[in-house]
T-cell receptor, first 111, second 116 residues
Framework: GQNIDQPTEMTATEGAIVQINCTYQ??????LFWYQQHAGEAPTFLSY????GLEEKGRFSSFLSRSKGYSYLLLKELQMKDSASYLC????????????FGSGTRLLVRP | GAVVSQHPSWVICKSGTSVKIECRSL??????MFWYRQFPKQSLMLMAT?????????EQGVEKDKFLINHASLTLSTLTVTSAHPEDSSFYIC????????????FGPGTRLTVT
């Protein structure tokens, strides 16, 4: 089976750094995605990791450890607009590349 | 970049009626489209995977006779919610995977369905 865990909610201060963790268990791992979703809107792609290590893209970085079934999304220099839900999703190579989503982490950025 | 549209963006219907939601890939051909449902403050739940020209593959617990999916072309998939009930009220989102893409799915803007 598949199981993806993320914290439900996090709060951070504008200008700070926040790390959102994701742990997963899946039989056909073929990549991990992070998406940002504002309320009432569709998810937008943030990052993709398929090999171990850190992928950096501007203020956002994503890390993957396949042996530990662990990933994190790092957001630097937080801005108020970063308040959103962050979804961790794992792709399953055994099933048409479908994405299995975690429950999402609601991040609140405070002034 | 790849763009996926959905129509309508929101719809209100009466209980017992059927509603059709369209998902289109505007500037690329999508071999596979996915349909998700999202209830308030919850994550996306995959309903079905549809491949052009073949029957959709439904996730466990999703009624295929209630949620009819058609993927007649490489740019269009439709989801029809038949005999809708208030509990079907949700945010429905489609995504598409292109022929050339190795990994990314492109999401549509979503359709808010309210059944009264």
């Amino acid at each position: 089976g598949q199981n993806i865990d993320q914290p439900t909610e996090m709060t951070a201060t504008e200008g700070a750094i926040v790390q959102i963790n994701c742990t997963y268990q899946t039989s056909g791992f073929n990549g991990l995605f992070w998406y940002q979703q504002h309320a009432g809107e569709a998810p937008t792609f943030l990052s993709y990791n398929v090999l171990d290590g850190l992928e950096e893209k501007g203020r956002f970085s994503s890390f993957l450890s396949r042996s530990k079934g662990y990933s994190y999304l790092l957001l630097k220099e937080l801005q108020m607009k970063d308040s959103a839900s962050y979804l961790c999703a794992v792709r399953d190579r055994n099933s048409s590349y479908k994405l299995i989503f975690g429950s999402g982490t609601r991040l609140l950025v405070r002034p | 970049g790849a763009v996926v549209s959905q129509h309508p963006s929101w719809v209100i219907c009466k209980s017992g009626t059927s509603v059709k939601i369209e998902c289109r890939s505007l500037d690329f051909q999508a071999t596979t489209m996915f349909w998700y449902r999202q209830f308030p403050k919850q994550s996306l739940m995959l309903m079905a995977t549809s491949n052009e020209g073949s029957k959709a593959t439904y996730e466990q617990g999703v009624e295929k006779d209630k949620f009819l999916i058609n993927h007649a072309s490489l740019t269009l998939s439709t989801l029809t919610v038949t005999s809708a009930h208030p509990e079907d009220s949700s945010f429905y989102i489609c995504s598409a995977r292109g022929v050339e893409d190795s990994y990314e799915q492109y999401f549509g803007p979503g359709t808010r369905l309210t059944v009264t």
